[in-house]
């Protein structure tokens, strides 16, 4: 039952949400920061989580959330993501020793200066100490198969070598058991295959990274993604490194992109009427991404196996920080659909910068009092297209549409935040 405000009109039921987790290696603790922050944040009252999924490091950082959700205390999720990575971090001498050894082993391999070591000539341990890291948290003796749907649904991608068919492990229909969130993780120039339910599997990169068509089986409103590979980059990679690093980032976004194009096309079929019916719904895509980082160009893909603690804190650091620009972006975002000036200007830093360009009016660079003028009209003339996914990266990004039929333009809106406020806004054609 919905809470009634004063008015006596009945609430929103909250906005039904499903959270991807990409696989990334270490570079997922950037993912333990983003969950912490939504979940642990009073912002997260007016949504219900439906549905997780993950792959890899994305999948472990799942499992912490969903286990908090599954035990009806979702501020929990802080306290087992953050001593996972703690435990996993490089500590002790002897573990920052072979850390070392790891990272530089794997970016000379990457570089043709060393030749590859099978997993299966190195001693056997690194699955076994994973899967105590898991069950220090998690108490899987205690889930049952979710088979009435009543719970949140958690989803771990994996790929079985042998046959070569995707494989998402489904609480809905299956018992979690560490060996999946093993199989999804088992990167297998590190891990040897894990056999796990009658197949033998590989990490979760090589197929859908992270699950998310069938996260939908959930009936999420939102779909919210948190990204590891960045999708763009500045410069053509030259270097043995850059090369490898770039291959690792575009086929880690490769299925990902894939089944966001798809529920994009879905959505736009349902907004233009050609689709009818209650057998699809409009689902609306957001990403958060994790910007590039300077450990990737000194040792490429290999910066993903680095378990230095000071490194791992940067990164959920990061990651609390992403989720504040993203949730700072939400509330602005409703603003602008509700035409809420007042409230859109609570957002935007009083020194803010907006520029309006091509395909929309030209009005900038506008500051000072002019600019609340300027957003007033903005919000009445410039649509949000929810059917376009929103990202926020080094900057947020929405598309954004103008007058309808054929005299309808589409362009990109783009906020830089600063201190969780908007200190520039643009709006004109997307940036190549």
Known sequence: MTDTPGDGTPSPPPRRVAIACQGGGSHTAFTAGVLS???????????????????????????????????????????????????????????????????????LQSAGFLPAVSPYDLPPTGLDHFRDLLTRRVDFG??????????????????????????????????????MILASAAIPTVFPTVHVDGGAF???LFSQNP??????????????????????????????????DRRNELAGNLSLYQELHFIETIDQLLADGLLTGDRYKQVTVRVVQLPRLRSSRWFGPASKVNR????????????????????????????????????????????????VA????????????????????????VRIDVTRKQVTGDRTAWTVRTGSGDTASRGCAEAEFRDNRIVRLRLGNPRQ
């Not at 939400?330 to 803010?352: N, S, T």
């Open 211 to 244: 699950p998310v068509q069938d996260l939908l089986d959930s009936r999420p409103d939102e779909l919210w993604v948190i990204q590891i590979n960045p999708t763009t980059r500045a410069s053509e990679p030259r270097g043995v490194l850059a090369i490898a």
């Open 308 to 355: 230095d603690s000071r490194f791992l804190r940067r990164l959920i650091r990061e990651g609390e920080r992403q989720a504040d620009a993203f949730l700072t972006a939400l509330a602005f975002e409703r603003a602008w659909h509700r035409g809420d000036i007042d409230e859109l200007m609570h957002y935007v830093a009083d020194d803010a910068e907006l520029t």
């Open 37 to 107: 922050r939504l979940l642990d944040g009073p912002e997260l009252d007016e949504y219900e989580i439906v549905g997780l999924s993950g792959t890899s490091g994305g999948a472990v950082c799942a499992l912490m959330a969903w286990t908090a959700l599954r035990d009806g205390d979702r501020h929990k999720a802080r306290d087992l993501l953050d001593g996972f990575w703690t435990d996993n971090s490089a500590v002790t001498p002897v573990d920052a020793a072979a850390n070392m050894w790891l990272i530089w082993a794997s970016t």
């Open 142 to 179: 205690m889930i049952e198969p979710d088979l009435d749907g009543a719970q949140t649904q958690l989803l771990i991608g994996a790929v079985d070598v042998l046959s070569g068919q995707f494989r998402a492990f489904d609480s809905r229909r299956e018992r979690i058991v560490p060996d």
């Open 358 to 381: 091509e395909p929309f009016l030209g009005r900038g660079p506008v500051r000072g009092r002019q600019l609340h003028e300027v957003m007033r009209n903005l919000s009445e003339d």
């Open 202 to 204: 590989w990490d979760g």
